[in-house]
């Protein structure tokens, strides 16, 4: 990981006061995975969006971390928007969201 | 002269060693580098691939009448017609931002894209790619658009779509080549996900995500309106989280009963199609996403949502009982029968393979490189209705 976006998301995650817990190299790419391939089937592969909104830096600017950490794991109810929780953790949803709030390449 | 003559002869002789039918190729979407491979069924092996599709992250793909060309329809909004016998983009326009699919129309002159955004359809001379019209998908006071799913096309040149936003059915009468003359069907349920024409082009189904149900237009009797279909499924019970949206399309139709994905349940639901009743539950691995007949209506095959995507079930359509369960690897998103049913392609894309099983053995036959592999379309579906 390049220096710029690691502090990055150290800012991101100090200012929302949650912590990032070690998460495997292996598991990451897994995440990532996930993020493009499933998370895509919605949002769109480059998650420029689709039947669910685009998850682009800009698109999520403005929206707390703590608000997408939840919808991540609790979904939205009234929309197509299924909780992850059965399939990530806690610590596994904040990297995502920060991943996200980054830009994921 | 003599060396002209000598050149047309070898051109011609060239030309003639190259032709070829359409009946046995058809594509396969490679959802992550844009691009399709185009594979043969006859010997089950590959021709080659086409680069340059575009956001291929969802796509689908309908068959001009002569099997010669593929319209895929890709995310990003592009429409590009792929000539499989010469392999290579014929034409490509971006007529959208983000689009979800397409169909052609019952002459064959028409190709129409439904769109997310700007929410609507839009309908291309299939020889030239030229608009012939837009229809916005406008509702409500506000004149708010609305997403576009479900588009199938139908008897008398018409092409059917639902709007998720809106819950309204939508059907377009395209055989005057003036102005589309567009029949709005509304209130018929919250957040229509996908839709399915019959083989025979007489019913449009479309699922509900939003409330439980399917929404049934008898396109014989526009006047009769919608009818609610499977009204109580689920009632009462805890509905399970829906990774991936599943998709309808009219090849559930095995004999006299229809057999579609139950949303948020583990569940194939069979329906009666003389009376349009629940006539079973069968319960399965998990989500289903794709629910196919094989061609003679024997078996019906199923694949599932994330995280049961490593999977295949075969339900007896006679017994209602599942007779295989098979473990083809993870990330399974697409089958496609063989014409007359003997084999089964399927996208294995965690593994960037496809597999062809034969459908009495349920054994692997082969099994063909491709990169993410998604969606299969063969050149058969430019004789159906609806696919």
Not at chain 2, 308 to 313: E, K, P, Y
Request: net charge neutral.
């Amino acid at each position: 990981m390049k220096r710029m976006p690691f502090i990055a998301s150290c800012l991101l995650v100090s200012a929302s006061s949650l912590t990032i817990a070690d998460i495997s190299t292996q598991r990451q790419t897994e995440l990532i995975y996930l993020l493009k391939q499933d998370c895509g089937s919605c949002h769109g592969m480059t998650l420029k969006g689709g039947l669910g909104p685009a998850l682009l830096p800009e698109s999520l600017n403005g929206k707390p971390t703590e608000l997408l950490v939840t919808t991540i794991l609790e979904g939205r109810t009234g929309t197509a928007m299924p909780p992850w929780k059965a399939m990530l953790t806690q610590d596994e949803a904040e990297w995502i969201t920060v991943q996200l709030q980054q830009g994921v390449k | 002269m003599h060396r002209l003559c000598f050149f047309l002869a070898l051109l011609l002789l060239i030309s003639e060693s190259h032709a070829r039918g359409s009946g046995d190729l058809g594509i396969v979407i490679e959802r992550a580098s844009g691009s399709v491979q185009v594979i043969e069924t006859s010997t089950n092996s590959s021709i080659g691939r086409i680069d340059g599709l575009g956001d291929l992250s969802h796509a689908s793909a309908v068959y001009s009448r002569d099997g010669r060309y593929a319209y895929v329809f890709g995310r990003d909004g592009g429409l590009t017609r792929v000539d499989i016998l010469s392999m290579k983009i014929d034409k490509r326009v971006i007529q959208s931002g983000n689009s979800i699919g397409g169909a052609i129309s019952q002459d064959g002159r028409l190709v129409a894209v439904s769109n997310y955004e700007p929410g609507g359809v839009k309908i291309f001379d299939a020889e030239t790619l030229e608009l012939v019209a837009d229809i916005p998908a406008v509702y409500g006071k506000d004149e708010q658009r609305s997403k576009v799913i479900g588009l199938v096309d139908a008897p008398g040149n018409k092409f059917i779509f639902s709007l998720w936003d809106a819950g309204e059915i939508w059907v377009a009468d395209m055989s005057s080549t003036a102005e589309p003359a567009i029949r709005k069907f509304k209130d018929i349920g919250r957040n229509p996900y996908d839709a399915l024409i019959t083989p025979d082009g007489r019913y449009y189904i479309a699922g509900l995500f939003g409330e439980d149900g399917m929404a049934l237009l008898d396109l014989w009797d526009l006047d009769a309106g919608v009818k609610r279909i499977l009204n109580n499924y689920g009632k009462g019970e805890q509905k399970l989280p829906v990774y991936k949206m599943p998709h309808l399309e009219g090849w559930a139709i095995a004999g006299k009963f229809a057999f579609v994905p139950a949303i948020g349940r583990h569940e194939v639901l069979v329906i009666d199609t003389t009376n349009w009743k629940q006539a079973g539950r069968i319960k399965v691995h998990g989500q289903p996403v794709f629910v196919m007949a094989r061609p003679d209506g024997r078996n019906i095959w199923v694949n599932f949502a994330v995280p049961g995507n490593d999977t295949l079930q075969v339900i007896d359509t006679r017994s209602l009982d599942i007779v295989k369960t098979l473990k083809p690897g993870k990330g399974v998103l697409h089958m496609e029968f063989e014409p007359r049913g003997e084999e089964v392609w399927a996208s294995v894309r965690d593994e960037d393979r496809l597999a062809v099983f034969d459908t009495e053995t349920f054994q692997q036959v082969n099994t063909i490189a491709a990169k993410k592999p998604s969606g299969i379309f063969l050149t058969y579906r430019a004789h159906r209705t609806g696919l």
